[in-house]
């Protein structure tokens, strides 16, 4: 009896201490939970901005209409339409040009230099593109208003480069304008740099700007270029706007893959052709991705939008320690934030032999990897050649490589001056702001040497439908959303003044 009363007894001791550790546990989560709060910046109201809207919206139209075109082909470039959008910046910005010097690179990028009253600071740099993409042959009767007509209707302004990216150096003209003739002075030099052929990797614009101030010993403390912008409903669960500021870019990486076989007839065919010993390879990558890992730009950006999130969401953002596998399973369902978190696979062009009833001597097949910061291309090739394990299968690089950016800090007094620009921008629905990683690849890789930390962020909000805007069909911006990007740039000098 006195066995059975002491196991009682160790039954109802263990439950109770499973009980407080259980509770313990539950608490951690919790409270853990509770501290995942927004990290509010301090925004005091920016005051009134007066921006007259309708001669802003014109002169934004007035420069889409120049076909400043970067072509694949490199034949059918056309310089007299950069000739002509830089003498209307000329006519339309007078006292930015009186007061900044202005230098052409390469015939048709321009770089401005603010000269800042203390010059024992680096210089920070602000930067956007004037060149657009063609419009995609027989599509122009799709499109709302002509894409070269610049029109402004219906609350937008119209056309090729309304978003990519004349509105960068439209937006930057117009805040540099009200500046200037408010007699503002920068105390940390400004410059300002609109390469020719972004759209077309940038190796006569931005790669040979970043040489010539290379040459001349220039080092940026910040660089501002395009890349981000205020979202809606972009990320799942967060329903506030939230401001996306690019602190990192991917690489970008295409292998060939190529097998080379004894040719003939495929009537008496070897059990493997090429193209089936190719195949394999391919199907091996794809079921083998790179792992997901939550760290960088992507952690931060989790973590800054995640006190938007639903409870639950919240709670596992706030508990990685536990739930970590679980959530990059979560976001890896969604091919928007997988690639956030991963190394990427795309197998995109696949070739064997000319004829159906022809054996292949050769067939390739190429992949195209964006490269996760923290990875490397030469670490990606280790990894294909290793997935594939295939002697047969040769890998090389196909076309220009480019690895992935390093991770800007957002601990520093620009990206702080930043986000306080964003918040007083929108004093009537202020933005989550967040750092998060970029999928494409900007100009402001070119600049790397020369550059502490560099962002990427546009001011003007973008509903989902009119991301499509973006080297698509009706490209447009909202005309109240351009004028919040051009306060975003004019906020952004006065604050960094004020060194917030
Ligand atoms: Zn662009």
Redesign the pocket.
């Known amino acids: 009896m006195a066995d059975s009363a002491n196991t009682k007894k160790w039954v109802l001791y263990t439950t109770a201490l499973l009980l407080v550790i259980i509770s313990i546990f539950i608490a951690v989560l919790i409270i853990n939970t509770s501290k995942l709060k927004h990290q509010t910046a301090d925004a005091p109201p920016a005051g009134h901005i007066e921006i007259d809207k309708a001669p802003a919206a014109k002169r934004l139209a007035g420069a889409i209409r120049f076909k400043t075109i970067s072509h694949q082909n490199p034949q059918i470039f056309d310089p007299a339409e950069f000739l002509a959008l830089h003498e209307y910046l000329e006519e339309n910005f007078p006292e930015a040009h009186k007061t900044l010097s202005k230098e052409t690179v390469s015939d048709y990028s321009l770089v401005y230099k603010w000269e800042g009253s203390d010059k024992s600071k680096k210089p920070i740099m602000l930067m956007a ?1 004037q060149d657009v993409v063609p419009v995609i042959e027989g599509t122009e009767g799709e499109w709302t208003y002509p894409p070269f007509q610049g029109v402004v209707a219906e609350g937008y302004i119209w056309g090729r480069g309304a978003l ?2 004349k509105s960068g150096v439209m937006g930057i003209m117009e805040a540099v304008e009200m500046l200037v003739g408010e007699g503002f002075e920068p105390e940390q030099t400004v410059y300002i740099t609109f390469g020719h052929d ?1 759209e077309v990797s940038g190796k006569n614009g931005a790669i040979k700007i970043a040489e010539l101030l290379g040459s001349r010993g220039v080092e940026f403390e910040y660089i501002l270029d ?1 890349g981000g912008f205020i979202t809606l409903e972009m990320i799942s669960g967060v329903n506030s706007p939230a401001a996306l500021v690019g602190i990192a870019e991917k690489g970008y990486l295409t292998l060939e893959l190529r097998v080379e076989a004894e040719g003939g007839h495929s009537s008496i065919p070897p059990p493997s052709t090429a193209v089936g010993i190719l195949s394999r390879a391919v199907a091996k990558l794809e079921e083998n991705p790179f792992p997901a890992r939550l760290d960088g730009a992507a952690h931060e950006m989790f973590q800054n939008v995640a006190p938007s999130m639903p409870y639950l969401n919240r709670l596992a953002f706030a508990n990685l320690w536990l739930t970590k596998p679980f959530v990059i399973s979560k976001i890896t369902e969604n091919p928007y934030s997988n690639a956030m978190v991963r190394t990427t696979t795309a197998a995109t062009m696949l070739k064997g032999s000319d004829k159906e009833n022809v054996l292949p001597i050769i067939a390739t097949a190429a992949v195209n990897f964006r490269i996760l910061p923290g990875d490397t291309a030469k670490g990606v090739i280790r990894e294909v050649e290793r997935i594939i394990d295939d002697l047969r299968v040769k890998v090389s690089t196909l076309g220009k490589v480019s690895e992935p950016s390093s991770v800007s800090d957002t601990d520093t007094p620009f990206y702080r001056a930043l986000k306080k620009s964003i918040l007083q921008a929108s004093p009537e629905n202020p933005p989550i702001v967040a750092p998060y990683l970029l999928m494409a690849a900007t100009d402001s890789r070119h600049y790397k040497e020369l550059a502490g930390n560099t962002y990427r962020f546009i001011g003007f909000t973008l509903p989902p439908v009119d991301m499509k805007g973006f080297h698509g069909t009706d490209e447009r911006v909202a005309t109240d959303e351009y004028l919040r990007a051009v306060k975003t740039y004019y906020l952004l000098l006065k604050n960094l003044n004020e060194g917030s």
């Open positions: 593109h990519d990216n972004e395009e």
